[in-house]
């Protein structure tokens, strides 16, 4: 598994808070007992990780209550840049429709089970709503969950423009699902638990068949097939290097029970076999080469070398793409191409999400209960909608740093 250790940092306008921040004083009187100083951290969430000595937020004012609800809503500094762009009737909005949305989660809290444990855990230490949250790539989130000095504990921060621009603002029933799916990182950040180890996969690097894409373009499927096979036995992994799946339960095809292992290790091997036997059915059938090239071309370029499947509890994801950060690249087959490669991980025991490119082939089904048919589906969709965007921005997902368990 793809891990990388990048420093980051949350930006607001053209402003990397690495070091003291500077107070913007609002106008509205109404704000001005949630001013507070921008917190000095780093970036986290889907795409980097955070430093783990992250500076305190300096607070000013004790911010907006919500009953029942352990942690009060700040609303954050910008600069002028930042700020002009938003109304100061529109970062009210913001935080009142933000204010709002907990409310109803905490009326119904047994069904969001994230941020129940959220709440159980006492994790969330306070919320921020910025007028924009920037990491120090130049990339804007809506959200970014950052770690606090205390541990188990973290800030989340809500960027006010993107609630606005995705009209959000007084709609809180409409931002009720995409915030409780946030939890998931706050949890997960919130974890300071030991993470396990990696076993690096053994890899012939020099020796891996690596072609170009004109080069895979003209290749029938069956000498696709073939290459893939020198690829398994090369370059391409098909088992999780922390073997998270040992002594796990597996799934028959079609079934949602899982069954306990025969042996500690039966369960990796079942998947490593089934993973397999979709990789060749995407490379060798018209269908995927019609309906997702990029799948086939990254599978056979070297663009990918791990597809597994993992057992990550903290994770909400049914699949998700890692790719290893620019400075961890290799240099791979005989022209000594140079590649960041990715992981491709497929969360045995969760579903998929209906905003799932692959929703409908998993038939609600845990994606361990996946035929090859269907698995190779899944993979071909991940690889193809996520493959080309997280290569060319060397980002690596956060949640690499949370170990499968």
């Given at each position: 598994m793809v891990n990388r250790l990048t420093r980051c940092r949350v930006r607001i306008g053209s402003v990397i808070t690495d070091c003291r921040p500077v107070v913007w004083t609002l106008c509205t009187g109404?704000?001005?007992?949630?001013?507070?100083?921008?917190?000095?951290?780093?970036?986290?969430?889907r795409d980097h990780q955070p430093h783990?000595?992250?500076?305190e937020p300096r607070v000013l004012g004790e911010g907006r209550e919500i009953p029942g609800a352990p942690f009060h809503v700040f609303l954050g500094t910008g600069t002028a840049a930042g700020v002009n762009e938003l109304q100061s009737v529109d970062l009210e909005a913001a935080v009142q429709t933000v204010i709002d949305t907990f409310t109803i989660m905490l009326q119904h809290r047994a069904d969001y089970p994230r941020f129940e444990e959220s709440l159980t855990k006492q994790?969330?230490?306070?919320?921020?709503?910025?007028?924009v949250v920037i990491n120090d790539e130049g990339k804007a989130f809506p959200f970014l969950v950052v770690r606090t000095k205390e541990p188990g504990r973290v800030t989340l921060l809500i960027s006010a423009s993107s609630l606005?621009?995705?009209?959000?603002?007084?709609?809180?029933?409409?931002l009720l699902p995409v915030l409780a799916r946030e939890f998931q990182w706050v949890v997960s950040k919130a974890d300071t638990a030991p993470k396990a180890k990696a076993v690096a996969l053994e890899r012939h690097l020099q020796?891996?068949?690596?072609?170009?894409?004109?080069?895979?373009?003209?290749?029938?499927?069956?000498?696709?097939?073939r290459l893939l096979q020198q690829l398994f036995h090369s370059y391409l992994g098909t088992?999780?290097?922390?073997?998270?799946?040992?002594?796990?339960?597996?799934?028959?095809?079609?079934?949602?029970?899982?069954?306990?292992?025969?042996?500690?290790?039966?369960?990796?091997k079942l998947y490593d076999i089934r993973i397999r036997e979709a990789l060749q059915k995407i490379v060798r059938e018209p269908?995927?080469?019609?309906?997702?090239?990029?799948?086939?071309?990254?599978?056979?370029?070297?663009?990918?070398?791990?597809?597994?499947?993992?057992k990550i509890d903290q994770r909400d994801w049914a699949t998700r793409t890692r790719v290893l950060s620019e400075e961890k690249a290799v240099v791979v087959g005989e022209r000594g191409q140079r590649i960041q490669p990715a992981a491709i991980l497929v969360n045995v025991h969760r579903l998929a999400a209906a905003d799932d490119p692959f929703y409908r082939d998993a038939q609600g089904l845990p994606m361990g209960a996946l035929s090859a048919d269907q698995l190779a589906r899944v993979i071909a969709l991940e690889i193809h909608h996520n493959i080309q965007e997280k290569s060319l921005s060397g980002h690596t997902a956060q949640d690499a740093l949370t170990a499968p368990r």
């Open positions: 109404a704000f001005l007992c949630t001013l507070l100083f921008v917190p000095n951290t780093q970036a986290n969430h783990a000595d992250a500076d994790a969330l230490k306070q919320v921020v709503i910025e007028p606005k621009d995705k009209g959000f603002l007084h709609h809180p029933d409409s020796q891996a068949p690596i072609l170009t894409d004109d080069e895979i373009a003209v290749l029938p499927g069956e000498e696709r097939a088992v999780d290097e922390q073997k998270s799946l040992d002594g796990q339960p597996w799934y028959e095809v079609g079934s949602p029970a899982p069954i306990p292992p025969t042996h500690a290790d039966s369960t990796t269908y995927f080469r019609e309906h997702t090239p990029k799948a086939v071309r990254s599978l056979l370029n070297g663009k990918v070398w791990n597809v597994a499947y993992v």
